[in-house]
C-alpha cells in the first residue's frame, strides 16, 4: 500500500506486525484529523486548571487530504494543550508540549489572584537572599555537599526515538554561540539552555566534548541568547527565555564576559523610560523580561530586543496574561552607547504585545545606523537611523494572530543586502519562508519560497513549523556564504520515514531555492514503515529531537553545524550524502517520491547526539525510589524528555518517551513499575521497565479532569495499591489490572490512552461523593471550591492512613482508604473549627509523621500577598478526631525566618529536620530551631520542582528544572 491510500485507518495500523516502527511513528502520522478550538485568554487558561476540560470537536478528513494533519501536530499550536488528552488517542500521551505544564505552575503560584506582580518575585529572592545570608554564619547549615548523579547525559534506546536509532539527550538548548576559529584541535562552543544555564567547551569536535558549567554566578539560569563578539572577544549572554512557551521564564538582564565565560560581569542596563502603558519606569531595562537577541556594532553600540517572560517560574501564557504593576520596563529594542551600563528604549515593536524576538545590524554598511528587528505579529522592520523611526518591510502571514512570529537573517551579497525571512503562526495559514535580495532599498520585494506543491522543490519549507512557530523557529546564514541558509522549525510528524525524515532543520546551498531535510542522517538505511521488523534489521539513521532552537556554524565549514533543540545538542560532521535513493522503497505515490528526492538528495554523513555527554540540564518533575535499592534505582519523570532510570551511573536510561510527570515502584515487588504523562495518561509496567512492555492503565481515570501532571503515589505499604487525585481520588489494588490482560490488550505503542478496558482504577469515597473539588452541604463544604486534588500522601506502615489536599487549599484525611472504594470516609480538615488553619492557596506536598497517622506537614505554593489574613508556607498539622479538631502551626511566618517564598515541595527526616524546596535552591529547618537555613552546599541557583527523601538511608534526592538531580546525605 501506498502512503497516500487507505491504510490510514485505525484497523489497519493495530494489524501491524511492525512494534518498532509503529513505536517511532506513534500512531498520529497516520491518522487525518480536523479540529475546532478557541484561543484561550490568558484568563481563560488559568481558570482551566480549577474546571471542567473543554470539549474538542473531532471529525474525521479523508485520506486525500495529506496535509491536514499537520495542523493536528501534537496539540502544540493551541494554548489550550490539554485538548489532546480529550481525544484518548494511542501515543497522544508522546509530549503534552512545552506550554501547559508552566501554564499550571502559574496558576497555582498565582492562586487565588490571576497573575503574578513581579515585585512578589523580587520578595521571593530577597527572601532566598536572606536565607543564604543566614547559612553562612549558621553552624546547623554545615551538613554537607550536593552531588549530581544526572542525567549527563540521557540515553534513549532506538525504540523510543522518532527515526529508529538509539540517542543521547539534554534538556531544553535555547541559545548557541561558537568562537572565531573551530578546528580539530581547538572549538569553543557556548549552550545556554531554558533553565541549565551556559555550558562551556573548548574541543566542540571532540567525539566527547569535555563541557564546563560556567553561569554559576548568575541570578537565574534561564538563558535567551547568547552573542560572541569575536571583533571584542566579548561572549554576552543575555538571560530570561524568549521563545513565549508556558515556561519561558523570564531573566535578569544581561551578563557579559571578556574570558570566554570564565567569569562575567553583569550590565547595570539603567533606563528610564516614561509611557501611557508603563508609567515612569527607571532601573534595570530588562527586569522581569526575557532577551531575544544581541547585536553589537563595530563602535561597541549595543542593540537588544526583549520579550515578555514568566515572572518567577511562573507561565504568561504566551503573553496573554497581564504585565507586572506600573511602573515596569517596557519590552521591545533598547540601544546602549556606554558598553550596557545605560539603555534608551527605541522601539516598542509598533505596539507588539508579546515584545521584538530578534535585531541585526545590516551587514552591508560601515555604521550602526542601518538595522533591522522583528517584533510578534508586526513582520520584520527596518530603521536607517540607529532606531530613531522604523518602517515595516515585510508584512506577517497571519497579522491577525498573536502568536505570528518572523525570524529573519541578513546577509552581504552583490552590494545588496540579502534577507531570508521564516514566519508562522497557529492560525489557518502555513508557515512560509521568504527571500528578498534587495532588502537596504526600504521597499524590498519578498520571494516565497514554500509551497503545497509537493512536485516543488519549495515543499520542503511549506508549514516547516507548523503552528508553533511563537516556540521553535531559526533562520541562519553564515556569515561569508550568502548563498547557504538553514531553517529550523518542529518537526513534521505526518511524513517523518515517508516523504521527509522530518523536515526539524532545512538546509539550502542555493539561496533557498532549494532545501534538504537535515533531520536524519546517512549511516545507515531507515527501513521504510512496516518493513524494519520483518526483516529483522533494526538499524536507523541518527536523527534530531523535535523543537528546533537554536544553530550555529562552523566558522571554517559552512555545511557544519551545531544544533539546539527540546532534546539538547547535535553536531554535523560537515559532509553531505545523497540517499534519496531510500524514497523508492518506501510506499509513497508518485508526487510524495518526488518531494522525498527534492529532500534527501543531501543530508548529513553522520549526525552525533554523543555531544551532549557532560551536559546536565534536564529539567525534571520528580524522583521515586525501588524501596529495595533506594541508592542505586529511581525513576524520574522530565518534561519533553520522557520518564528515565538510574542505575548508579549519571549516564540515565530513558524507559518510556513523552512527557514525564510522577514515577512509582511498587512496594514489594519492583519490577512493576508506574510512569505518568500528562494529563490522565498514565502508564504501568511489569517488566522491570522495559521499553517495550509499558501497557495502558489510566482508561477510567477520563472521567474526571486533571492537573497535567497530576498527583499519584504507589502505596509505601501495600502492594499493588496506587492512588491518583484528579476531582476524586482513584485507588487501583492490583497495579492497574491483570497483568496478562493487559499486555495482551493494552500495549501502550498501539493502545489509547483513554480506552475504558484498559485499567480499573475506581473512585474511593462515598457513593456519589467523591469529588473532593465541589461546594457541597454534606463533607466537603463549601469554603475553598474548584480546583483538583493537587497532593496524595500515605503513611508507611499504616493500612488505611490517607492524607488528600487541593490545589485550592482544602485538606482532607481518610482512616480507611484500603477498605472497599464505596466505604472509604474523609474528614475535611482545614474547615474544623481551629482559627489557624492553613491558607487557600496550592499545597504542594504533604509530609506524614511515621510516628503518629494524624500527625502531617504541609507545604504551600503561592505568595502571601494573595491570602493576608492567612500568611506562611508550612504547616505543621495535627488532626483530633475525638475532639473535631485540628491544630495548624506556622513554621515560617511568612514575612518571618523563610519570608515570602513559595515552597514547591517538603520532606521530613527521622531526627526532625524539615527540607524544603523553592525556585531558588533548597532549605532546611533543623530539629529544634525557628530559623530556616540553605541545606548544604554545591547545588546550583535552580528551581527545586520535588524532593524525595530515602528515611533509613538518610539521602535526599532533589528534582530540578533545568540542573537534572542531585543527592544530599543529611543528618
Known amino acids: 500500500m501506498r502512503e497516500d ?45 480549577s474546571t471542567a476540560p473543554p470539549t474538542l470537536l473531532v471529525a474525521g478528513k479523508s485520506d486525500g487530504d495529506e496535509d491536514a494533519f499537520s495542523r493536528f501536530s501534537k496539540f502544540r499550536q493551541d494554548p489550550d494543550q490539554l485538548l489532546g488528552s480529550r481525544l484518548g488517542l494511542p501515543g497522544i500521551e508522546r509530549d503534552g508540549g512545552p506550554l501547559l505544564a508552566a501554564e499550571q505552575d502559574y496558576a497555582n503560584r498565582a492562586y487565588p489572584a490571576t497573575d503574578i506582580p513581579f515585585s512578589a518575585t523580587l520578595n521571593a529572592q530577597t527572601a532566598f537572599k536572606k536565607v543564604k545570608a543566614r547559612s553562612g554564619s549558621s553552624p546547623s547549615s554545615n551538613i554537607g555537599t550536593w552531588t549530581l548523579i544526572g542525567p549527563s547525559p540521557e540515553s534513549v534506546p532506538a525504540i523510543l526515538t522518532f527515526n529508529g536509532a538509539s540517542a543521547f539527550y539534554s534538556g531544553r538548548i535555547t541559545a548557541l554561540a561558537i568562537g572565531s576559529t573551530c578546528t580539530a584541535s581547538s572549538c569553543t562552543v557556548w549552550v545556554g539552555a531554558a533553565g541549565g544555564g551556559i555550558w562551556r567547551t573548548d574541543n566542540a569536535l ?148 508579546r515584545g521584538v524576538n530578534h535585531v541585526e545590524l545590516d551587514p552591508n554598511y560601515a555604521t550602526n545606523n542601518s538595522l533591522y528587528a522583528a517584533a510578534f505579529q508586526q513582520g520584520v522592520w527596518r530603521s536607517t537611523d540607529g532606531g530613531s523611526t522604523w518602517t515595516q518591510i515585510f508584512t506577517p502571514t497571519s497579522p491577525a494572530e498573536n502568536t505570528d512570529r518572523s525570524e529573519f537573517a541578513v546577509t552581504f551579497t552583490n552590494s545588496h543586502t540579502r534577507m531570508y525571512v521564516g514566519d508562522g503562526s497557529t492560525g ?29 522543490p519549495y515543499y520542503a519549507t511549506y508549514n516547516y513549523c507548523e503552528g508553533q512557530c511563537w516556540y521553535d523557529n531559526f533562520v541562519v546564514t553564515p556569515p561569508g556564504h550568502p548563498d547557504i541558509v538553514y531553517l529550523g522549525g518542529s518537526f513534521q510528524y505526518s511524513f517523518y520515514g515517508l516523504r521527509s525524515n522530518g523536515q526539524a532543520v532545512l538546509y539550502s546551498e542555493n539561496a533557498g531555492e532549494h532545501f534538504y531535510d537535515e533531520t536524519w542522517d546517512s549511516t545507515t538505511n531507515p527501513l521504510p514503515p512496516g518493513q524494519c521488523c520483518a526483516t529483522g534489521n533494526t538499524t536507523a539513521a541518527n536523527g534530531i529531537h523535535p523543537d528546533q532552537h537554536a544553530l550555529v556554524v562552523n566558522p571554517t565549514n559552512a555545511g557544519q553545524f551545531f544544533e539546539g533543540s527540546d532534546g539538547g545538542l547535535v553536531r554535523s560532521d560537515g559532509t553531505f550524502t545523497d540517499i534519496s535513493s531510500q524514497c523508492d522503497s ?38 521515586s525510589y525501588n524501596p529495595l535499592d533506594p541508592l542505586h534505582s529511581l525513576q524520574g519523570g522530565t518534561q519533553d524528555n520522557g520518564t528515565m532510570v538510574y542505575s548508579g551511573s549519571t549516564t540515565w536510561n530513558q524507559e518510556i518517551y513523552g512527557d514525564g510527570g510522577q514515577s512509582g515502584f511498587d512496594a514489594a515487588n519492583p519490577a512493576h513499575r508506574f510512569n505518568t504523562f500528562f494529563a490522565n495518561y498514565t502508564d504501568a509496567n511489569f517488566q522491570n521497565g522495559d521499553p517495550s512492555k ?150 504542594t506536598s504533604i ?29 505543621s498539622v495535627t488532626y483530633d478526631p475525638k475532639a473535631g479538631n485540628a491544630t495548624w502551626t506556622n513554621l515560617d511566618g511568612g514575612t518571618g525566618p523563610m519570608g515570602d517564598l513559595p515552597v514547591t515541595a517538603l520532606v521530613r527526616t527521622t531526627r526532625g529536620d524539615l527540607y524544603a524546596g523553592s525556585d531558588f535552591g533548597v532549605m532546611r529547618l533543623p530539629s529544634g530551631t525557628s530559623t530556616w537555613v540553605v541545606a548544604g552546599t554545591g547545588l546550583p541557583e535552580v528551581e527545586v520542582a520535588g524532593l524525595t527523601l530515602v528515611n533509613g538511608s538518610q539521602v535526599l534526592y532533589a528534582a530540578t528544572h533545568g540542573r537534572s538531580v542531585w543527592s544530599l546525605k543529611v543528618p
Open 206 to 353: 571532540a567525539s566527547s566534548p569535555t563541557w564546563t558549567f560556567v553561569s554559576g554566578s548568575f541570578g537565574t539560569n534561564a538563558i535567551g541568547t547568547l552573542m560572541y563578539d569575536a571583533a571584542h572577544t566579548t561572549l554576552y549572554a543575555g538571560t530570561g527565555e524568549p521563545n513565549a512557551s508556558g515556561d519561558s521564564e523570564a531573566g535578569v538582564g544581561i551578563y557579559k564576559s571578556t574570558d570566554g565565560g570564565t567569569t562575567w560581569t553583569h550590565l547595570a542596563s539603567t533606563t528610564s523610560t516614561s509611557s501611557v502603558a508603563n508609567g515612569t519606569y527607571t532601573g534595570d531595562a530588562f527586569a522581569g523580561r526575557s532577551i531575544s537577541s544581541i547585536a553589537v556594532a563595530a563602535d561597541g553600540t549595543l542593540y537588544v530586543s526583549s520579550t515578555r517572560g514568566v515572572r518567577g517560574i511562573s507561565s504568561v501564557t504566551g503573553g496573554s496574561t497581564t504585565n507586572p504593576p506600573t511602573p515596569r520596563p517596557p519590552f521591545g529594542l533598547f540601544k546602549s552607547t556606554d558598553g550596557g551600563a545605560t539603555f534608551t528604549f527605541i522601539w516598542d515593536g509598533n505596539a507588539t504585545i
Open 5 to 49: 491510500e487507505s491504510k490510514h485507518s485505525h484497523s489497519y495500523i493495530k494489524s501491524m506486525k511492525t512494534p518498532r516502527w509503529f513505536s517511532h511513528n506513534r500512531f498520529l502520522s497516520h491518522l487525518r484529523f480536523a479540529f475546532a478550538v478557541t484561543l484561550m485568554s490568558g484568563a481563560a487558561a488559568m481558570t482551566f486548571v
Open 694 to 843: 509499558w501497557v495502558v492503565i489510566s482508561g477510567p481515570l477520563f472521567a474526571e479532569a486533571s492537573q497535567f501532571y497530576k498527583p499519584i503515589i504507589a502505596d509505601p505499604t501495600v502492594s499493588g495499591t496506587i492512588f491518583v487525585g484528579e476531582q476524586s481520588v482513584w485507588r487501583t489494588q492490583d497495579w492497574g489490572g491483570d497483568q496478562t490482560y493487559l499486555e495482551t490488550n493494552c500495549p501502550e505503542f498501539t493502545t489509547a490512552g483513554n480506552d475504558p478496558n484498559c485499567g480499573d482504577f475506581v473512585q474511593i469515597g462515598p457513593s456519589g461523593a467523591t469529588d473532593l473539588t465541589v461546594s457541597s452541604a454534606d463533607y466537603r463544604g463549601t469554603t475553598r471550591p474548584g480546583g483538583l486534588v493537587a497532593a496524595v500522601a500515605r503513611q508507611v506502615g499504616s493500612a488505611g492512613n490517607l492524607w488528600v489536599a487541593t490545589s485550592t487549599g482544602r485538606v482532607f484525611i481518610s482512616k480507611n482508604a484500603n477498605g472497599p472504594a464505596g466505604s472509604v470516609t474523609f474528614t475535611r480538615l482545614d474547615s474544623l473549627p481551629s482559627a489557624t488553619a492553613g491558607p487557600g492557596r496550592f499545597v
Open 586 to 623: 518506501r510506499p509513497l505515490s508518485s508526487l510524495s517520491n518526488t518531494a522525498c528526492h527534492n529532500m534527501l538528495a543531501k543530508v548529513p554523513t553522520t549526525l552525533s547526539t554523543a555531544v551532549n555527554g557532560g551536559l546536565s540540564t534536564l529539567q525534571f518533575q520528580s524522583v
Open 428 to 456: 489557518v495559514n502555513p508557515s512560509e519562508f521568504f527571500r528578498s535580495d534587495e532588502v537596504e532599498t526600504g521597499t524590498p520585494a519578498f520571494k516565497l519560497l514554500s509551497s503545497p506543491d509537493r512536485s516543488n
Open 847 to 875: 509530609y506524614i509523621d511515621p510516628a503518629n497517622s494524624n500527625h502531617a506537614w504541609i507545604s504551600y505554593s503561592g505568595y502571601n500577598f494573595n491570602t493576608p489574613s492567612q500568611t506562611g508556607h508550612v504547616f
